[in-house]
Structures are given as C-alpha cells and as structure tokens.
C-alpha cells in the first residue's frame, strides 16, 4: 500500500493504537476522513496514478495517517504552522465557539485579557486540568459568541486557544503538544488534513 512507503505498518498501527487510546473520538475521525476524502480525490486523482496501482484505498489510508501524524516527522511543518498560513480556510460557522470545552486560557494572557475586558472578572474560573490556569466559567456554548452575526464578541482580545483552533493544546503542563480538535463540521480541520494529506500523497507517489 501506498502508506507503507512513508511509515512501517507495524510503527503506524502502534500510533493509530495511542491516538486513538487518547482522543476517544473514532467516529467523528472517520467524518472528517471521509469529508478529507471527496476533496482528495478531486486534487489527486486516482486515474492519473491507476497504472501505478494506487486505489481509493491508497487514498484513505493516507488520510488517516495525515490525521494523526505531525509532518514534523518527517522534518516537515507542523500543524500550527499549516494552520496559522491559511486563515481563509475559516468560514466562521461558530462550530469551534459553540462546541469545544473547556476554552483553555493561559496564565501569562490573563492580564492582558482582563485589562481590556474587565468585566469578565466574574466569567473566568480556574482550570482543573491544568493548574494555575483559567478557563470561562461558561462554555457551551460560549458566551462570548453572538450568534446572530456568527462573531466572537472579544474577538480582538480572544484566548490563544481560540486563535489556534482547530488546533488545542493538550498534555500536562511539561509536555503540552497541539492536536488537531476532530470537529467534523469545521472547514478549517478539513482542510488541514487535505494539505496533509496531499503533501504525503505526493512524497509517497515518488517511490513507486
């Protein structure tokens, strides 16, 4: 398989194993895959490549492993870098301001914060995951999100986890380490996992 050219398949069922072990969300990986894989096909077509024997298989697993593996290693970019270079890929739906929690808040950013929006003094609590940490106090949806206008309404002095979204940190305080959040309904997960996936598609294709 395709796949194999880029990771040993025994390594790779050992990450999909952990991944898996700790992100708990099978079934909304396998929308956003199946999402990843309409538009795959489109951008890489398997009629161009079918003498070479790559089939909509080849494709799937690729974007399985580009779901769950930083290009880091393989000494690409990482996602945070991918995803900060495409803000277009946004299409501000609300899904990340009306379904994620906790909405971490780091506590070198708290002052800054506050200082300009010194009425969320009685919004924000500690964080139970990571200690001397904050989060708000309500989250789900966020209040913060006006859903007329499909706006966050601090969006200028917003979070850093809201800014790095789809991307949120997760780890314990020494190693902390960004994952992709597998919001099925978010364009911007989406079309992280397409980039991915078309880089190690066209890394792969170079060994056949």
Same mark, same amino acid.
């Given at each position: 398989?395709?796949?194999? #050219?880029?990771?040993?398949?025994?390594?790779?069922?050992?990450?999909?194993?952990?991944?898996?072990?700790?992100?708990?969300?099978?079934?909304? +990986?396998?929308?956003?895959?199946?999402?990843?894989?309409?538009?795959?096909?489109?951008? +890489?077509? *398997?009629?161009?490549?079918?003498?070479?024997?790559?089939?909509?298989?080849?494709?799937?697993? *690729? *974007?399985?492993?580009?779901?769950?593996?930083?290009?880091?290693? #393989?000494?690409?970019?990482s996602d945070f870098e991918i995803a900060s270079g495409h803000p277009e890929w946004c299409s501000h739906c609300g899904t990340c301001c009306t379904e994620s929690s906790p909405i971490f808040i780091h506590k070198d950013e708290i002052n800054l914060l506050l200082r300009f929006n010194p009425s969320l003094k009685n919004e924000i609590?500690?964080?139970?995951?990571?200690?001397? %940490?904050?989060? #708000?106090?309500?989250?789900?949806? !966020?209040?913060? %999100? &006006?859903?007329?206008?499909?706006? !966050?309404? $601090?969006?200028?002095? +917003?979070?850093?986890? !809201?800014? &790095?979204?789809?991307?949120?940190? $997760?780890?314990?305080?020494?190693?902390? +380490?960004?994952?992709?959040?597998?919001? %099925?309904? !978010?364009?911007?997960?989406? %079309?992280?996992?397409?980039?991915?996936?078309?880089?190690?598609?066209?890394?792969?294709?170079?060994?056949?």
């Amino acid at each position: 398989m395709l796949r194999d #050219f880029l990771i040993d398949r025994e390594l790779f069922e050992k990450i999909r194993e952990k991944v898996l072990e700790e992100e708990n969300t099978e079934i909304k +990986r396998e929308i956003l895959e199946k999402s990843v894989l309409r538009k795959l096909r489109k951008k +890489r077509s *398997i009629k161009k490549y079918k003498k070479k024997g790559v089939t909509k298989g080849d494709l799937k697993e *690729i *974007i399985e492993f580009a779901n769950m593996v930083s290009l880091e290693l #393989f000494r690409g970019p990482s996602d945070f870098e991918i995803a900060s270079g495409h803000p277009e890929w946004c299409s501000h739906c609300g899904t990340c301001c009306t379904e994620s929690s906790p909405i971490f808040i780091h506590k070198d950013e708290i002052n800054l914060l506050l200082r300009f929006n010194p009425s969320l003094k009685n919004e924000i609590i500690g964080n139970d995951e990571y200690s001397e %940490h904050f989060r #708000f106090k309500e989250d789900l949806p !966020c209040k913060f %999100h &006006s859903s007329k206008i499909n706006k !966050c309404k $601090i969006y200028d002095t +917003r979070p850093q986890v !809201c800014r &790095s979204y789809p991307l949120v940190l $997760i780890g314990n305080n020494d190693m902390p +380490r960004y994952t992709l959040d597998l919001r %099925h309904k !978010c364009d911007y997960a989406v %079309h992280l996992v397409l980039e991915k996936s078309m880089i190690l598609f066209d890394e792969a294709i170079e060994y056949i």
